[in-house]
């Protein structure tokens, strides 16, 4: 299989602290990984494309700065939301394609999602 | 527009009914093609992946067409338990993997 683990579940925090969100991929190597942002009745929208010894690809209108993306071994990447702002609530959720090279591959695998809401 | 759209519905269908969902994309060079079903605050689930040559999955059928640049996605014999909305998922970008969702259409099957 491809299972994606995302911790953690629920994030509620203060304005202005720091919230960093953990993404594995257990049973199999991702090179890649993406990172998606969900506001309610919404769909999934692409904030950036996470590779493994190098830096993110951050898409159009997602500030780098404030979303900081760490993918420091080929299992796990790291999304931490800077001096989070109330503006910042969403359901951030992050996936890997499947392994291998045939047809999982081309499939993309979710983690849980991370429900953050800032007060 | 939208590189990829769909209805978003709702769709409120009693049980047993074939219900059909379509979806468009803009972009001509896509590669790959998906149906994910997302519960609410849950992550989406790979429903099925969609060819060419259209797939079948038990109640679920899927069809490709690339000259009109949609999919389709068509459940028979609805259950209470498709209730949930369906996102459609475009590979637009050769080599790069770039998955862009269309904005989900909502089922709701009605006891």
């Known amino acids: 299989g491809a299972v994606v683990s995302q911790h953690p579940s629920r994030v509620i925090c203060k304005s202005g602290t720091s919230v960093k969100i953990e993404c594995r991929s257990l049973?199999?190597?991702?090179?890649?990984m993406f990172w998606y942002r969900q506001f309610p009745k919404q769909s999934l929208m692409l904030m950036a494309t996470s590779n493994e010894g190098s830096k993110a690809t951050y898409e159009q209108g997602v500030e780098k700065d404030k979303f900081l993306i760490n993918h420091a071994s080929l299992t796990l990447s790291t999304l931490t939301v800077t001096s989070a702002h109330p503006e910042d609530s969403s359901f951030y959720i992050c996936?890997?394609?499947?392994?291998?090279?045939?047809?999982?591959?081309?499939?993309?695998?979710f983690g849980s999602g991370t429900q953050l809401s800032v007060l | 527009r939208k590189e990829v759209e769909q209805d978003p519905g709702p769709f409120n269908v009693p049980e047993g009914a074939t219900v059909a969902f379509n979806c468009t994309y803009s972009n001509s060079a896509s590669q790959s093609f998906f149906w994910y079903r997302q519960d609410c605050r849950k992550e989406p689930k790979l429903l099925m992946s969609?060819?060419?040559s259209g797939n079948e999955d038990g109640r679920f059928t899927a069809q490709l067409n690339r000259a009109s640049q949609y999919i389709s996605l068509l459940i028979r014999d609805s259950k209470l338990s498709d209730s949930a909305t369906y996102l459609c998922?475009?590979?637009?970008?050769?080599?790069?993997?770039?998955?862009?969702f269309g904005t989900g259409t909502r089922l709701k099957v009605l006891a």
């Open positions: 049973d199999f190597q991702a090179t890649t």
């Open positions: 996936s890997a394609r499947g392994p291998g090279q045939g047809k999982l591959n081309e499939k993309l695998f």
């Open positions: 969609v060819y060419s």
């Open positions: 998922v475009v590979n637009t970008a050769s080599g790069t993997y770039k998955y862009i």
